[in-house]
């Protein structure tokens, strides 16, 4: 069974980092691909970064670059979200998700396994 486990959240003020931390188990190879997603109260979920673990290869939403950054660690089945430079519209539920098949292409729609989420709120 696959599952994703968020961790890191919390509060930070507006200008400081802070990392999220997604913990992946049940996968048996590296065809997957894993998103970093957020959703405001009111507001649709919207995918921030993902990352290809079959190339290696990572996508970011065009007004979170040069902020936001994903990346892996194989040892440790983790998949981080370093967040810098944090403005009070990032506050709100970010969860991690896995995409079996087709890489990163289409993963604002199409994530097949979900975690429940960490919560990030940015103070101004």
């Known amino acids: 069974e696959v599952q994703l486990v968020e961790s890191g959240g919390g509060l930070v003020q507006a200008g400081g980092s802070l990392r999220l931390s997604c913990t992946v188990s049940?996968?048996?190879?590296?065809?997957?691909?894993i998103g970093w997603f957020r959703q405001a109260p009111g507001k649709a979920r919207e995918g921030v970064s993902c990352?290809?673990?079959?190339?290696?290869?990572?996508y970011d939403l065009e007004s979170v670059k040069g902020r936001f950054t994903i990346s892996r660690d194989d040892a440790t089945n983790t998949v981080y979200l370093q967040m810098n430079d944090r403005k009070p519209e990032d506050t709100t539920l970010y969860s991690c998700?896995?995409?079996?098949?087709?890489?990163?292409?289409?993963?604002?729609?199409?994530?097949?396994?979900w975690g429940k989420g960490t919560l990030v709120s940015v103070s101004a």
């Open positions: 990352i290809d673990l079959s190339y290696d290869s990572t």
């Open positions: 049940g996968f048996t190879n590296n065809e997957f691909a």
């Open positions: 998700a896995a995409k079996r098949t087709g890489g990163c292409i289409g993963y604002q729609d199409g994530m097949d396994y």
